[in-house]
């Protein structure tokens, strides 16, 4: 069986017997899985979750500290792609109205025999791989409707129809958009091969969502969203986008946003705005063009298409590439160096003009000598010389302005654990809600911000409180354990042991500090 057709799992029981035997005797790599890990309680289950991100959650109902049902709930937010199987010994109808809620793949009872668990495991298998065979298959919308949608993000408009007759053509082909609205726009890259059947998969994933039309152009899959209510679920739709795409794909893809708009005829300066996010990172993911651009806007390009390489290397290229590209360009075998020094000049201009104020543009072009009296007479030498320092500059400052919004919002996230930690209500999914980001979205950031899980943050923050609260004596442990933010203290004794591998007694006993008692 090739990797590829391996789906992940974690499995979660509190009954340590039961789930040594699952994980020891399941033969999984022959039935189609590959097991990542298993968690005897709910948070230590959400936290490989979050960590390891697997394709399917085996997890019984009711465990400790948190129940089976509130980690699905939990672990729907964080990967909306993940399935998830429940193990339980309660025949109860409410279970499995809660299995429906939560979209479970199966509701094994307990006891149950490994013979028939893997009988289990292998139609779980078999419904995992039809979905994506499902979501693979290239059966994408066709015709008319997509030669409408490629005409309004293709095409740039000298004068735009007007919105209603737009409007009214998109409705005759069946994709009605109802005012009020609002739309954005999707540029995803995949390998060129997979564009037709990623084209069908995009519309398949998204349309449980919003009404949405994608089409193939440029080794790229457009998409257009439109949603009369706002786009409140985006995050989520796009998270579960992103996982699709990378388990079908063999490499990886990169989402690019536009930012929202609610005039149809900005269709093409939204795909644009997209394409530009698109090419921009260079690491794979989801990246909006809003974390990037502080214009409250979307307004029409003004780059060239001439200038396209030299935009993607400002935006997400090594200095030395950049600086070998304008080696090339501004020394042409052939024509007039001073006119290539010159073109490059206006591209350059043009493509910081997208992300930096006017007044922000001009002191930078000043500061080096760049305006137009100034570039008159100047020796060509001195003038390449000039235009090589505005790039690498430019190239600093968008980069600063790229890492402002995800900085700025892990940097939020910090602050929070910080203040909040000792709030038992505190999560991944509460702080994501207060900064309007899926939890995928905020987690997948953290680790490159900060290094770590958002849930390892909090542990991290919440022990060495512990720590200092327990070796500073007077004061219960079952205390210290509130004020950490742990309601159970049966669980922060746990945490700590498993975090400092001694308990709260012990470690208060080594610090000679054990008058405070040990409840």
């Excluded at 080794?219 to 079908?248: I, W, Y």
Aim: with cysteine.
């Amino acid at each position: 069986m090739r990797n590829k057709d391996l789906f992940t799992v974690i499995v979660a029981d509190d009954e340590e017997e039961l789930r040594e035997a699952v994980c020891r005797l399941i033969p999984w790599e022959r039935i189609g899985f590959r097991l990542l890990g298993s968690a005897g309680n709910g948070l230590d289950a959400l936290e490989l979750v979050e960590q390891l991100q697997p394709d399917l959650l085996l997890t019984d109902i009711h465990m400790p500290f948190i129940s089976g049902t509130d980690l699905a709930r939990q672990v729907r937010e964080l990967q909306p792609l993940i399935q998830i199987a429940f193990l339980s010994g309660y025949d109860d109808f409410e279970y499995a109205k809660l299995g429906i809620e939560y979209e479970v793949i199966s509701y094994l009872l307990k006891p149950i025999s490994m013979e028939d668990l893997t009988a289990a495991l292998k139609e779980i298998h078999s419904k995992m791989a039809a979905k994506f065979h499902y979501l693979s298959s290239d059966t994408g919308r066709g015709g008319s409707l997509q030669l409408a949608v490629a005409s309004l993000l293709l095409d740039g408009f000298a004068s735009p129809p007007e919105e209603e007759t737009l409007l009214t053509a998109l409705s005759e082909l069946g994709f009605a958009v109802t005012a009020p609205y609002q739309m954005t726009v999707l540029a995803t890259h995949v390998d060129g091969s997979c564009l037709p059947a990623a084209v069908g998969t995009i519309d398949k994933v998204l349309q449980k969502y919003y009404s949405c039309c994608s089409i193939a152009s440029g080794g790229r899959a457009l998409t257009v969203l439109v949603s009369e209510d706002g786009f409140s679920r985006l995050d989520m739709a796009l998270d579960e986008l992103l996982q699709v795409l990378r388990r079908l794909l063999d490499d990886g893809c990169v989402i690019g946003v536009s930012r929202k708009f609610n005039r149809i005829n900005l269709c093409h300066s939204a795909c644009r705005e997209a394409i530009d996010a698109q090419c921009i990172s260079g690491d794979g993911g989801i990246r909006r063009i809003g974390d990037m651009l502080a214009e409250p806007e979307i307004r029409a390009p003004a780059v060239p298409d001439a200038a396209a390489e030299l935009e993607k290397l400002l935006y997400g290229a090594d200095c030395r590439e950049l600086d070998r590209y304008l080696t090339q360009c501004l020394s042409p075998a052939e024509g007039d160096e001073e006119l290539a020094a010159l073109q490059v000049l206006v591209a350059v201009r043009s493509i910081l003009a997208g992300a930096l104020s006017a007044g922000e543009l001009s002191l930078l072009f000043r500061r080096y000598g760049l305006t137009a009296p100034l570039t008159v007479g100047m020796d060509s030498g001195e003038l390449k010389r000039r235009i090589r320092e505005v790039c690498m500059t430019g190239q600093d400052v968008l980069a600063e302005r790229r890492q402002g919004g995800v900085g700025e919002l892990c940097g939020r996230a910090l602050r929070m654990i910080e203040q909040n930690y000792m709030d038992p209500e505190l999560s991944l999914a509460s702080v994501s809600e207060q900064l309007h980001v899926s939890p995928n979205y905020l987690s997948a950031n953290m680790k490159k911000y900060a290094g770590d899980t958002f849930i390892n943050l909090l542990i991290k923050k919440r022990m060495e409180a512990a720590l200092a609260l327990i070796t500073s004596g007077g004061i219960r442990i079952a205390e210290a354990a509130g004020r950490c933010g742990y309601a159970d203290q049966h669980y922060f004794s746990f945490c700590f042991k498993k975090y400092y591998g001694v308990s709260p007694a012990k470690m208060r006993r080594n610090s000679g500090k054990d008058g405070g008692g040990e409840a």
